[in-house]
């Protein structure tokens, strides 16, 4: 087991853990300086970083090529890699892309799905390699669940979210994203969950960590915010104001 694992698994129920994404040398390197506990490559850079409009354009080509950058930086956080959609449809595959991420940089890979993936995550840890599962929303099959919306407002949703999260322990996770779910479905499956869980639009404090995009967190995407972001700057306008400065110097008489 990788030691910065092995720290993050003891942090159950002590200090919370804190993990963003990042997809490029520099802001990795930022992050990772910042002291965060783990950077996610995730899949969400089909839309930050390569303007798709969701995360079902993204390739495993797309994902080498940031998890290998994303690697070069971080020396502290633990580096976690999206398994793209259609890359773990079955336990073989699976493990084939977990291997091809690992190969590049990553210290532990992520895939969307309890129970149906029961199997794939299995085969993976089987092999050695550390997993973060993914409840609740799965952004890979928001067009089919349609839309982007709250999880677990029903008790049969909450139910089968607790499932989830169950499947996810069995096949060996080490943690598990809970994305988008009702606040006290949350706050229960983390109080039920021997692992770490990771909150996103979640609610503060109902999980045993928190994950946002990098993007949100410091309003570098102003062209969707989620609801449930919490931004700490404005680099967007920063950029703007910079390259209009810019332009006007160029342009000035000497
Ligand atoms: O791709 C991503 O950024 C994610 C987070 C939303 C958890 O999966």
Known sequence: MNSKIAAIIARKGNVPVSELTAYDYPTAR?????GVDMILVGDSLGMVMLGYPDTTHVTLAHMLHHVEAVARAAKNAVVVADMPINTYNTPEQALETARALMAVGADAVKLEGGEAMEAQIRAITQAGIPVQGHIG?????VKEEGGYRMHGKTDEEAAAIMRDMEAVVRAGAFSVVIECTKHAVAKAIT???PIITIGIGAGRGTCDGEVAVFHDLVGAYPWFIPSFARPKANIASEITRSVKEYIAEVQKPI
């Not at 929303?137 to 099959?141: A, N, V």
């Open 137 to 141: 929303l799965l952004p890979q099959k």
């Open 191 to 193: 109080k039920a969950c």
């Open 30 to 34: 930022l992050v990772d300086e910042a």
